[in-house]
């Protein structure tokens, strides 16, 4: 009891030291990075596994959850030292206010969306599925999509570069004096009117799981990412464009949540034989485009059984490229030894005809 005391009356010391020579933020009112910051934090759990605590500080005051405080999350939480943290529940009311609705902010919405998706682990009438029971690991979390995303701020005067627009944030200040609520705010918002990951990004987070053979075979899946990195889209985005459509742009219906991804089975999929071609004639990519481009298959494999014409035009051009090159081979070929040999005949010729020549 008395270690605790002592233990509390430092931290409390600390966190007023650190008030007196700036600001203290609120996500570090209880000083927990002054242990969490240290790079080499971490034990090995009951379990065997290892678990590492570090946080690393400047990027949390980046993300978006820089404006809470720990235990907002770590609930269970209670005394310093602490007791292992459960695992975190991201669908518990924040202390946060959201500013439509006048009430505390919650991720349960988002939840309710990805239960009803493809992704989620029961079926449409709340039943555990049967491959969710097998392979729970199949089934991505908030965390396993979500797993530090950082503020991508805007500049919108005079085409600067993507960044912080201080024209912009000097308008916001002048209202917003107080603190650094400008600055928070103007990353919220800026940040979340473009993705918060570039595309080549969000093709790495689908591919975590969308590009792993064993997970492909569970589920009788294609080998997606494989395919569409084959195609101009993939190109583009490996080479680092932001305007071509990556997984969510075609994967989810226009204007609903990037969380609610269905199968191409569900008629009201973005991918649905009837919803192809208006997924593709959205504003930012083919506007204009006729129905046909609907006939575009991104996601093609040569598999013999579920692609066999594909498998056969693969075949037949392989074995013509084949041809043609081992033709030009062999002419280049014959061409050297004529000019390295030039005398040189396979037909020898008769004395009489070389005096009637």
């Given at each position: 009891m008395l270690?605790?005391?002592?233990?509390?009356?430092?931290?409390?010391?600390?966190?007023?030291?650190?008030?007196?020579?700036?600001?203290?933020?609120?996500?570090?009112?209880l000083n927990c990075v002054?242990?969490?910051?240290?790079?080499?934090?971490?034990?090995?759990?009951?379990?065997?596994?290892?678990?590492?605590?570090?946080?690393?500080?400047?990027?949390?005051?980046?993300?978006?959850?820089?404006?809470?405080?720990?235990?907002?999350?770590?609930?269970?939480?209670?005394?310093?030292p602490h007791k292992p943290a459960k695992k975190v529940?991201?669908?518990?009311?924040?202390?946060?206010?959201?500013?439509?609705?006048?009430?505390?902010?919650?991720?349960?919405?988002?939840?309710?969306?990805?239960?009803?998706?493809?992704?989620?682990?029961y079926d449409e009438n709340g039943n555990l599925k049967e491959m969710a029971s097998k392979y729970p690991e199949d089934f991505p979390s908030c965390k396993d999509c979500h797993d530090n995303p950082l503020y991508r701020p805007l500049s919108f005067f005079k085409g600067e570069a993507a960044g912080i627009s201080r024209r912009g944030l000097s308008r916001c200040r002048t209202c917003h004096t107080k603190g650094e609520f400008a600055?928070?705010?103007?990353?919220?918002?800026?940040?979340?009117?473009q993705k918060m990951r570039s595309p080549k990004e969000i093709v790495?987070?689908?591919?975590?799981?969308?590009?792993?053979?064993?997970?492909?075979?569970?589920?009788?899946?294609?080998?997606?990412?494989?395919?569409?990195?084959?195609?101009?889209?993939?190109?583009?985005?490996?080479?680092?464009?932001?305007?071509?459509?990556?997984?969510?742009?075609c994967h989810v219906v226009s204007g609903e949540s990037v969380h609610f991804i269905e199968g191409r089975e569900s008629p009201t999929?973005?991918?649905?034989?009837?919803n192809i071609a208006t997924t593709c004639r959205t504003a930012e990519c083919h506007a204009d485009a006729g129905e046909n481009i609907a006939g575009f298959q991104v996601h093609?494999?040569?598999?013999?059984?579920?692609?066999?014409?594909?498998?056969?035009?693969?075949?037949?051009?392989?074995?013509?490229?084949?041809a043609v090159l081992y033709f030009f081979v062999v002419i280049i070929f014959l061409e050297l030894l004529r000019r390295l040999f030039p005398n040189f005949s396979f037909i020898k010729s008769s004395d009489a005809d070389e005096r009637g020549h």
């Amino acid at each position: 009891m008395l270690k605790n005391i002592i233990l509390f009356l430092g931290f409390t010391l600390l966190a007023v030291a650190g008030g007196v020579g700036g600001k203290v933020h609120a996500a570090d009112e209880l000083n927990c990075v002054l242990c969490h910051k240290h790079r080499g934090l971490s034990r090995v759990d009951e379990n065997g596994d290892f678990r590492l605590f570090y946080i690393n500080e400047k990027m949390f005051k980046k993300g978006p959850h820089s404006r809470l405080k720990c235990i907002d999350c770590h609930r269970d939480i209670e005394e310093i030292p602490h007791k292992p943290a459960k695992k975190v529940d991201c669908t518990v009311e924040c202390h946060l206010e959201e500013p439509s609705s006048k009430q505390n902010f919650s991720h349960k919405p988002v939840s309710e969306i990805l239960s009803k998706s493809i992704h989620s682990r029961y079926d449409e009438n709340g039943n555990l599925k049967e491959m969710a029971s097998k392979y729970p690991e199949d089934f991505p979390s908030c965390k396993d999509c979500h797993d530090n995303p950082l503020y991508r701020p805007l500049s919108f005067f005079k085409g600067e570069a993507a960044g912080i627009s201080r024209r912009g944030l000097s308008r916001c200040r002048t209202c917003h004096t107080k603190g650094e609520f400008a600055e928070t705010f103007y990353a919220h918002v800026t940040s979340r009117l473009q993705k918060m990951r570039s595309p080549k990004e969000i093709v790495g987070i689908c591919a975590k799981c969308h590009g792993d053979p064993a997970f492909q075979e569970r589920h009788d899946l294609d080998a997606v990412v494989t395919s569409y990195m084959e195609t101009f889209h993939g190109k583009a985005v490996h080479f680092g464009s932001e305007e071509t459509p990556d997984c969510i742009d075609c994967h989810v219906v226009s204007g609903e949540s990037v969380h609610f991804i269905e199968g191409r089975e569900s008629p009201t999929s973005a991918i649905a034989e009837g919803n192809i071609a208006t997924t593709c004639r959205t504003a930012e990519c083919h506007a204009d485009a006729g129905e046909n481009i609907a006939g575009f298959q991104v996601h093609v494999t040569y598999d013999k059984e579920k692609y066999p014409l594909q498998h056969y035009m693969l075949k037949f051009f392989t074995a013509l490229m084949a041809a043609v090159l081992y033709f030009f081979v062999v002419i280049i070929f014959l061409e050297l030894l004529r000019r390295l040999f030039p005398n040189f005949s396979f037909i020898k010729s008769s004395d009489a005809d070389e005096r009637g020549h």
